[in-house]
């Protein structure tokens, strides 16, 4: 099983729509990754969160991680067809040791 | 700036076959990790160096498995012999021990073992 659950493992949205992507561990994390990848390319860093509360935002996706530190999302506003691809959550809980979810697959349609 | 560089690209082999992946992390990173991506179970992590020294291979699956690191700019993940099941894609990463961690990763070597 994974550490990491991600949720919805796929998602299909209409361009201009508001998404969410939610991932959850059930351990308490040191830092929270997310990540995106496009068909046959490798990771894209996306931002890195470590503090429980605390939110980042970058261009149109805004990630947050909960009091706990065991619960993120991310928010994609206005969806666009350049948002569509794999996201990614990684956890770290020592010393640089990132594990990852499955993943969420995110189509984007004009 | 020349990111993580992975080779080959795209491997094909038949069940049997020593295969060699090999990976050259960013100039100055000092922490190396091998993953690896299948529909079914998602990004894996395999081993992970730091200073070139193997830190935690036990996501290495089985004995056929084995990763080098001979110097900071070279790193190598052996497959011996290849089995169908190992069909998948292998990613390479480098980072640099920070507060953010940031892992770049390469490209990928996709691997299919007939």
């Known amino acids: 099983s994974q550490e990491l659950e991600q949720s919805p493992q796929s998602l299909i949205v209409q361009e201009g729509k508001n998404l969410t992507i939610n991932c959850t561990s059930s351990k308490t994390l040191y830092g929270l990754y997310w990540y995106k990848q496009k068909y046959g390319e490798g990771l894209i860093f996306l931002m890195m969160?470590?503090?429980?509360?605390e939110e980042k935002s970058h261009e149109k996706i805004t990630a947050k991680l909960d009091e706990k530190k065991q619960q993120s999302s991310l928010h994609i506003t206005a969806s666009q067809p350049s948002h569509a691809g794999i996201y990614l959550c990684g956890a770290s809980r020592g010393y640089q040791k990132v594990t990852f979810g499955i993943g969420t697959k995110l189509q984007v349609i004009p | 700036d020349a990111g993580v560089i992975q080779s080959p690209r795209h491997e094909v082999t038949e069940m049997g076959q020593e295969v060699t992946l090999r990976c050259k992390p960013i100039s100055g990173h000092n922490s190396l990790f091998w993953y690896r991506q299948t529909m079914m179970r998602g990004l894996e992590l395999l081993i992970y160096f730091n200073n070139n020294v193997p830190i935690d291979d036990s996501g290495m699956p089985e004995d056929r498995f084995s990763a080098k690191m001979p110097n900071a700019s070279f790193s190598t993940l052996k497959i011996q012999p290849s089995e169908p099941r190992d069909s998948a894609v292998y990613f390479c990463?480098?980072?640099?021990?920070?507060?953010?961690?940031?892992?770049?990763f390469g490209e990928g070597s996709r691997l299919t073992v007939l």
């Open positions: 990463a480098s980072s640099l021990i920070t507060d953010t961690g940031e892992l770049f």
């Open positions: 969160l470590q503090k429980g509360g």
